[in-house]
């Protein structure tokens, strides 16, 4: 397979899909319509168990997408890699660093409570 520029775009744009996902994962409870029913204890749970299975979450957000785009046509295989590539970087770069950072957090909170008294 030779890749032209509308492939190139069209992984371009499945990253760009997969970005907005992941924006929504991290910013729905934000969002008045979804905050009903994606409240903040959900996303820590959503998000726990994500890092904790990284591989069960991985297949189940390819089954989305690859079931979403298909595999009829090349360009949209590049639009589902794209977005491979961006579910990747989310499950094995940012998650483990979010959850170090809140790590981080309440063990400089329990500190300080720990100096108040």
Known sequence: MIITPSNTGSMIAGAGVGIFGWSLALKGNKIPFIKRFYT???KEKMFTWASGNKTMALLALEGINFGI???TSANAVLLAL???VV???GLWLYLPFRQRRAHKTRIQATL????AI
């Open 82 to 84: 794209g977005n491979t």
């Open 40 to 42: 903040s204890e959900r």
């Open 69 to 71: 785009h298909g595999i």
């Open 87 to 89: 579910n990747v970087i």
């Open 112 to 115: 300080q409570g720990v100096k």
